[in-house]
T-cell receptor
Framework: AQSVSQHNHHVILSEAASLELGCNYS??????LFWYVQYPGQHLQLLLK??????LVKGIKGFEAEFIKSKFSFNLRKPSVQWSDTAEYFC??????????FGKGTRLHILP | DTGVSQDPRHKITKRGQNVTFRCDPI?????LYWYRQTLGQGPEFLTY????????KSRLLSDRFSAERPKGSFSTLEIQRTEQGDSAMYLC????????????FGPGTRLTVT
């Protein structure tokens, strides 16, 4: 069965620090990959997605993620975080037009 | 607002009671998903529909759980004989058919079983 592993459960950073959140998935075939974000008190929303082409994808609010097929990874990055990035981040994978499997999430706290 | 809506937003019930939740997807979306989320976990897939057909059910969905989407529009999720372990946030999402399409999530229904 497919699974998604997020390396960090809780990350605390100061504003302007660089961010990288790790995500690995277990499936050897073609996948679609997503990062969703949930800001405090808000719905889950899509941050970015990869389904083909350039393995470096850019999303909203300056986030980007790199798909490395050989490592089964899809890490999320942002060069300089802001206090407003405080949220919970979920990596997710979709296989063969099927349901999406989510990781357990990483709670990011940015200190002002 | 043309997003996904869920009703009620909160539900407190006593163990053994039945509860029903409703989800209204984005109107042009033919897929509708139900997830459950507990503290410290990501959303866990329960079931999904394409139009009115229920295409897959998770093993998490015991016999006490049933979901319907009778006309391919709104959906209901019913839990019979609730247990304390059913306490969770129940999320609904909708999308167009196709794995690369984004799922749009509703605000969720928080169930507390006392």
């Amino acid at each position: 069965a497919q699974s998604v592993s997020q390396h960090n459960h809780h990350v605390i950073l100061s504003e302007a620090a660089s961010l990288e959140l790790g995500c690995n998935y277990s499936y050897g075939g073609t996948v679609n990959l997503f990062w969703y974000v949930q800001y405090p008190g808000q719905h889950l929303q899509l941050l970015l997605k990869y389904f083909s082409g350039d393995p470096l994808v850019k999303g909203i609010k300056g986030f980007e993620a790199e798909f490395i097929k050989s490592k089964f990874s899809f890490n999320l990055r942002k060069p300089s975080v802001q206090w407003s990035d405080t949220a919970e981040y979920f990596c997710a994978v979709n296989v063969w037009d099927d349901k999406i499997i989510f990781g357990k999430g990483t709670r990011l706290h940015i200190l002002p | 607002d043309t997003g996904v809506s869920q009703d009620p937003r909160h539900k407190i019930t006593k163990r053994g009671q039945n509860v029903t939740f409703r989800c209204d997807p984005i109107s042009e979306h033919n897929r509708l998903y139900w997830y459950r989320q507990t503290l410290g976990q990501g959303p866990e897939f329960l079931t999904y529909f394409q139009n009115e057909a229920q295409l897959e059910k998770s093993r998490l969905l015991s016999d006490r759980f049933s979901a319907e989407r009778p006309k391919g529009s709104f959906s209901t999720l019913e839990i019979q004989r609730t247990e304390q372990g059913d306490s969770a946030m129940y999320l609904c999402a909708s999308s167009l058919a196709g794995g690369a399409y984004e799922q749009y999530f509703g605000p969720g229904t928080r169930l507390t079983v006392t």
